[in-house]
């Protein structure tokens, strides 16, 4: 049961800057953190919960930004009054966060050990070899493997998992009253994700915390939420109890978002696809990737990412390879597309050995295989219009560029823009947006093939099922054939006619969709279903809306 309370959010408001979308990022909001108590702030990006966030420790974007009305009393302070000085005695001392991409948030030229260092010299000095086993017990407190070398690491030299465990030992180190996780897990896959998760239950309970849990991931809310506070547009349009607002929400907004979530199971089977041509066909591939050693960073060892790889897709079909990260799953999509050279094996696109073409051939035969990427703001070069950046494909094969622009208008149509977006550039644009432009640009070349890479895991529900939904539209209209890579076993049990399970470079389960789901044979993949964030809240609902099922 929750405790007393620690930090209150009063009528706050924030306001934007003049050119802005809105003029208030954050508009009379009141919320109340508890001790011992984990309260979910759920919405869609721009709803303002991280804006909000980011208020209680002064840490807004820029100078433009600013607080313009209410209170954040922390032990009867309000933070708002507080002077710089104050609140930098606060952060990391009191009041600690835990922000969505460690990678970012992490100095990437000191070694992980020494970030934690800094964060106690800064606030409660003491003796270098206390100092140092003070950080080790946290590394291991975190159930980081080996904290000494985890301690003399860089964190380009973990995985993602393992840097935000590291962002979580630097954040408890000095035993705040508050600890702010800000999408702590949105990039992980299922099972790291359920371990960070469990960490971070782990820690607040010992530790009796309260924690402020920012996430567009119900699974993950109905996992660990004590409360929920719904956001819209800035504002706060419902809060009560985890149960009240996952099983009875009064709110529409609140019904609109559950409605997106994916459910488990599978959707219905679309077509019988074995009486059809094979449009991508994979046997034997291998993929080993070199490490340059320690003179360039690497540890030496070489990483084999896809062995003895075999599977088919046929015409119009959507398969999917679901995995942990580092499971190869983006490796083989990149041999497929010949971004990445296989070692061995071979690979057929329709009736032509794509595997084996010379650079030449390849240059021409490229464009029946194109590639959706997760992050379309890193793939979209940022100095060109959206119009150019989807017609460059086709003038690069020969098309006229009055005609290339006119396709890309019709493209851009297509996945739901308007025309005018042509003379924009990507960072006008929402997530959401770019992952359509990203879209229109891979059809410019009208491909056979299309390779979806975890292509809405960095979007909210809503914006996630509408960008399926037109994926679904785009690939039946044009009878596209999608190979799609994800780790959202939600999303693959949505759109997926067959699944193949990947683990350690290696297909360990392949089968249609529904049958892989109702019974996975491999430990693996029932490892990978266990570690579904909210798996028993998923199957509830589909028990509710299914009651003969």
């Known amino acids: 049961m929750s405790g007393e309370r620690v930090l209150a959010i009063e009528h706050l408001t924030v306001d934007l800057p003049p050119w802005a979308e809105r003029p208030r990022a954050v508009e009379d909001v009141s919320i109340e953190l508890r001790q011992d108590e984990i309260l979910c702030v759920v919405g869609e990006s721009g709803s303002g919960k991280s804006m909000m966030a980011r208020a209680i420790l002064g840490l807004f974007p820029s100078r433009h930004v600013r607080a313009s009305g209410g209170r954040i009393l922390y032990s009867g302070e309000d933070l708002l009054e507080a002077t710089p000085a104050r609140l930098r005695e606060l952060r990391g001392s009191r009041i600690a966060m835990i922000f969505q991409e460690p990678m970012t948030a992490l100095n990437p030229v000191l070694t992980i050990g020494r970030q934690v260092e800094e964060l106690i010299e800064i606030h409660r000095p003491m003796a270098r070899g206390a100092r140092r086993r003070r950080v080790l017990d946290m590394l291991a407190a975190v159930h980081l493997p080996e904290p000494q070398r985890m301690f003399d690491s860089y964190p380009h030299q973990v995985s993602g998992g393992q840097r935000q465990r590291a962002m979580i030992a630097m954040a408890l180190t000095l035993e705040p009253d508050v600890l702010i996780a800000d999408e702590p897990t949105t990039a992980l896959d299922v099972t790291t994700q359920a371990q960070i998760l469990a960490l971070l239950r782990e820690m607040q309970s010992l530790r009796r915390m309260a924690v402020l849990f920012i996430t567009h991931d119900f699974g993950v809310v109905a996992e660990i939420a004590n409360r929920i506070v719904v956001m819209q547009g800035g504002r706060v349009v419902e809060q009560g109890d985890r149960t009240t607002i996952l099983d009875a929400p009064r709110d529409d907004y609140t019904r609109t978002l559950l409605a997106a979530v994916p459910s488990l ?69 990149r041999c497929i597309a010949r971004l990445v050279e296989p070692d061995a094996g071979e690979i057929r696109i329709g009736e032509i050995d794509f595997g084996r073409l010379s650079r030449r051939a390849l240059r021409e035969a490229r464009k029946r295989v194109q590639i959706v990427f997760q992050d379309p703001f890193a793939s979209l070069d940022p100095r060109r219009t959206v119009g150019k950046l989807v017609a460059e494909g086709p003038i690069v094969h020969g098309m006229a560029a009055s005609s290339a622009w006119q396709r890309a208008l019709q493209l851009l149509e297509l996945v739901g823009l308007d025309a005018r977006a042509a003379d924009r550039y990507p960072h006008e644009f929402s997530g959401g947006q770019r992952q359509r432009i990203g879209l229109a640009r891979a059809l410019a070349l009208d491909p056979e093939v299309l390779i979806a890479d975890e292509p809405v895991s960095a979007l909210d529900v809503s914006v996630q099922a509408q960008v399926l939904r037109l994926l679904g539209d785009i690939r039946d ?19 997926c006619d067959s699944v193949a399970v990947m683990f350690r470079g290696e297909i360990v389960e392949y089968g249609r969709t529904a049958e892989l789901f109702a019974a996975p044979r491999h430990a693996y993949t029932r490892e990978l279903f266990a570690a579904v964030p909210g798996r028993a809240w998923s199957e509830r609902r589909a028990a509710a809306r299914n009651p003969s099922a």
Do not use: C, W
């Not at 019988?272 to 094979?278: E, I, L, M």
């Not at 209209?477 to 759109?495: K, S």
């Open 477 to 495: 209209r044009l009878h596209l054939t999608v190979l799609f890579i994800t780790h959202d076993l939600r999303v693959a049990a949505q759109v």
């Open 265 to 333: 199971v599978p959707a219905a089977a679309r077509t019988d696809f074995h009486d059809r041509p094979v449009a991508v066909s994979v046997a034997g591939l291998d993929k080993t990737y070199r490490s340059g050693g320690l003179l360039f960073g690497g540890d030496g060892k070489d990483q084999r990412a896809a062995k003895n790889v075999a599977f088919e897709i046929r015409r119009g079909e959507t398969m999917g390879i679901v995995g942990e990260s580092g499971s190869g799953k983006s490796t083989v999509a």
